[in-house]
């Protein structure tokens, strides 16, 4: 075989090995950044300064073992820094990461070579006429097939990833620090085994594949290992996470279900108070009729004072035919009227079970709420809020429909809107903080409605229509 065809070899090898490294990366940012973070064109251009930092020569550390590595976590700190400080921890992470699946990568593949080696040249009559011919063919169907088999191992190892990242989550420095471990504890005995593969001894050379009995298998059996520590890390951390999202949520609806039974109990005063009224009022009357008919205009307007406040404490602008509701209506227009913000409703619920009551006071409760929150950004148009409530057979069906300024991103795991004010820090209102310990969570006042529509076997459905902020949500009466 000609000494070009041996170097053609040679550099296909080589450049598929490349080609391979940099898409790992390129999948990596796919799996963990979401597209809200960072754009197609900003992932392209930072894939292509790794790329060349792959491929820089520096010819005066030429033989030095981590310029690379050290090239490569440089520019992707200095671009996360210039870009999004925030992404700094994750950024980290990644480096390390994508580092580790290299070299479980390049472990699996290497202990897999030698034994297919073995298979494709053992067997060689040397002695033959063509021999050169023969080991041509031989050299090049093994070099296809290791090709074949990189794509096949890293394919296996990115699913698998894939398959254990289920949220994108945000990372504080402890928690990219923590699972950063791993990879660099995997990266420096990977470095050690490629030493100790082939030692220049005085009087020979002591090739490691050789030397030590099934090494051929035992270096991917260690790959493994290495490989399945890590993505159970990562699935603890996700995992962790995920409580701590739980968690969060959970202590919302255990505010909600604070300031229900607040509403329940001032549903229960409005009407004792209604009813107190109805019976003082005869002898109210009366005393009122007294003043005037003995002059005392003075006291008689102090007393219609007095009167007019009681009533006006005891006033529901809106009757639903429900305490609860009546009540959650009357104080979210009267907070909107303080904000200049035109609030319409028509609802008619009618007498109904507590529990149901209950549930249709949360849902009234945060559609309102988010409502008026929305409204109240808008700064060139009117303000407005819509509120609709019917029944359909046995379906009880509710609308708003409000103004909002902005641009709305769609969450593709809950379908619930991401908070545009933390869209490049996490998929919460408030995220975590410096700390690290979360705080409160952009829709989780929808979360809950979604959570009593499904109660009920019914849906909840946003749309976005012109600037104008829909919700419907339809349950199922008992």
């Not at 992470?93 to 034994?115: A, E, H, Q, R």
């Not at 149901?356 to 929305?374: P, R």
């Amino acid at each position: 075989m000609e000494v070009s065809s041996f170097q053609m070899i040679e550099q296909l090898y080589g450049i598929s090995a490349t080609v391979i490294h940099i898409c790992i990366f390129a999948v990596l940012l796919m799996i963990f950044i979401p597209r809200e973070k960072m754009s197609m064109k900003v992932r392209s251009l930072l894939c292509a300064l790794v790329f060349a930092g792959i491929m820089i020569d520096i010819p005066l550390l030429a033989g030095v073992k981590g310029v690379h590595v050290a090239i490569n976590l440089l520019t992707i700190i200095i671009f996360t820094f210039v870009l999004n400080r925030k992404m700094l921890p994750v950024m980290f992470f990644l480096f390390f990461l994508w580092k580790n699946i290299y070299c479980v990568f390049f472990l699996l593949t290497n202990g897999v070579s030698d034994f297919l080696s073995k298979l494709f040249m053992g067997n060689l009559e040397y002695e033959t006429v063509n021999i050169i011919d023969a080991v041509s063919m031989r050299l090049e169907y093994w070099t296809l097939t290791m090709i074949a088999l990189q794509i096949v191992i890293i394919s296996l190892e990115l699913f698998a990833l894939w398959k254990v990242v289920r949220h994108r989550y945000d990372m504080t420095w402890t928690e990219a620090m923590f699972l950063s471990s791993f990879s660099v504890l995997s990266m420096i005995l990977t470095y050690l085994i490629i030493d100790l593969t082939v030692v220049p001894l005085k009087d020979e050379v002591f090739i490691l594949m050789d030397e030590v009995k099934g090494a051929h298998y035992k270096l991917p059996l260690f790959a493994i290992v290495i490989f399945v520590g890590e993505m159970l890390a990562i699935a603890t951390w996700q995992q962790f996470r995920t409580i701590k999202k739980e968690a969060l949520e959970y202590q919302g609806i255990i505010r909600q279900t604070g300031y229900m039974k607040n509403e329940i109990e001032s549903a229960k005063s409005y009407y004792e108070d209604m009813r107190m009224l109805r019976h003082d009022m005869a002898g109210k009357l009366t005393a009122l009729k007294g003043f005037i008919e003995g002059g005392r205009i003075e006291d008689a307007s102090d007393y219609l004072e007095k009167m007019n406040v009681e009533f006006e404490n005891a006033d529901q602008s809106f009757h639903t035919g429900d305490p609860i509701s009546d009540i959650i209506i009357s104080a979210a227009a009267r907070k909107a009227g303080n904000k200049n913000i035109l609030f319409d409703c028509e609802l008619i619920l009618g007498k109904v079970s507590s529990d149901f009551s209950y549930d249709v006071g949360i849902i009234l409760k945060n559609l309102l709420d988010n409502a008026i929150s929305g409204a109240d950004r808008v700064t060139d148009r009117k303000k407005y809020i819509t509120l609709k409530g019917y029944r359909k057979n046995n379906v009880f069906i509710i609308m708003t429909a409000n103004p909002y300024t902005g641009e709305i991103v769609f969450d593709k795991e809950t379908g619930l809107p991401i908070s545009e004010k933390n869209r490049s820090n996490e998929t919460t209102e408030k995220g975590a903080d410096g700390a690290g310990n979360f705080t409160d969570i952009h829709g989780i006042g929808l979360s809950s409605i979604k959570r009593v529509a499904d109660r009920h076997l019914g849906t909840m459905s946003i749309k976005t229509d012109g600037g104008i902020f829909k919700v419907k949500v339809m349950i199922q009466m008992e």
